[in-house]
């Protein structure tokens, strides 16, 4: 057994000593919220002299947006109850703020709480670059889903424009063969085209939408985009489009989602038109009271609102029987113009066409 009396004196162990060369940041404050007794790296850390850190409220050190949910566990260690790994902000006499991380032990008693903190604003500031850079990677990610989807679902309508325009092509009265060679790739084409984009929209049905920022647009100008593009189904169809934006033309809203919204009401529209008759669509602008609408109107098959209730805007909701049918076009209109705060309903009967009022905020 080693005799301990036989080792050399060790030095007297001094307590003010051991609490000047901490580098953590050591303090005793009353209850009556003023520190009592502050070590050197509290001081050099805020930049405050020891006479200005004990003169003054220690809310007054506290970073502003943090005092009141401060004070809020201040009252716990008042009730004797200890804390652990408490953070708050503090502000340095340059302006800085630091993070710092809190264990104290209240002295009911002594009216005292002994506290001990470091400082974490370094790794504060690695978990907000990487926040930030998820967020940044998930709004990218989001906005290339986007992007993806909407591409995909409307890309259909021009190729179904472009094989319609095949279909009316009589081939008959070409006698060249290289030319019936090449109208018949560009057919199949096409046609592999459309059941790749349909592909596509099934395999990113599923995918949030991305609230996308606004813009003052035209709505004369998405209108006449979707018209360029359909023109050939337009006029097959013999569709009669009638419009009037004198209530307003200029809305707060984002212009390929407009694009969108128009792409899909026209062309189904056009697609559930009633048999035997010609496509007739009305699109108008109104105002009630502060707010915008948009209003269309067709007078094709219409809705059973009894049979379809809230289900007319769900994914995969199908409600015709129609070989080009997949239950987006309506469930994508209704997320663009409720991503952007606006919302959309329906007012309809079976046989008598049907009515989307589109109510923008401004």
Not at 143 to 168: C, G, M, W
Not at 246 to 260: G, K, L, P, R, Y
Request: aromatic share 10%; hydrophobic share 35%.
């Amino acid at each position: 057994m080693t005799n301990l009396s036989s080792q050399p004196d060790l030095p007297a162990i001094s307590k003010e000593h051991f609490f000047d060369i901490s580098d953590d940041f050591l303090c005793v404050a009353g209850y009556d919220g003023y520190f009592k007794l502050i070590n050197p790296a509290f001081t050099r850390l805020l930049g405050y002299d020891e006479q200005e850190l004990l003169s003054r409220p220690i809310d007054s050190f506290v970073y502003p947006e943090d005092r009141e949910l401060t004070a809020k566990y201040r009252a716990k260690l008042r009730q004797n109850i200890p804390l652990s790994d408490y953070e708050n902000r503090y502000v340095t006499k340059n302006g800085e703020v630091v993070w710092l991380s809190w264990t104290s032990m209240p002295k009911d008693d002594e009216q005292l709480v002994y506290a001990i903190a470091k400082n974490v604003t370094h790794k504060k500031i690695l978990e907000n670059d990487r926040n930030t850079l998820l967020a940044n990677l998930t709004r990218i990610n989001q906005e290339l889903k986007q992007l993806t989807y909407t591409t995909s679902h409307d890309l259909r309508s021009p190729v179904n424009n472009l094989l319609a325009i095949f279909s009316l092509l009589d081939t008959s009265k070409i006698e060249d063969t290289e030319t019936l060679e090449f109208i018949s790739i560009l057919k199949s084409a096409s046609e592999n085209l459309k059941d790749t984009l349909n592909q596509y929209v099934d395999a990113l049905i599923r995918q949030d939408l991305l609230n996308v920022k606004k813009e003052e647009i035209s709505l004369s100008r998405p209108l006449g985009i979707v018209t360029a593009s359909l023109t050939s189904l337009i006029e097959n169809s013999k569709t009669t489009i009638r419009t009037d934006f004198s209530e307003f033309d200029t809305i707060q809203f984002n212009e390929a989602f407009m694009v969108s919204i128009f792409l899909n009401l026209i062309s189904n529209s056009i697609k559930y038109v009633i048999p035997h008759h010609h496509p007739v669509i009305s699109i108008h602008t109104r105002k009630t009271g502060n707010v915008k609408q948009l209003v269309f109107s067709d007078e094709g098959r219409g809705f059973d609102m009894d049979d379809v209730k809230d289900r007319v805007f769900g994914l995969n909701q199908t409600f015709h029987n129609h070989i080009d049918g997949k239950g987006i076009g309506l469930y994508l209109v209704h997320n663009q113009i409720t991503s952007l705060g606006g919302n959309i309903t329906l007012e309809s009967k079976p046989g008598e066409g049907a009515t989307f009022i589109l109510s923008f905020r401004n």
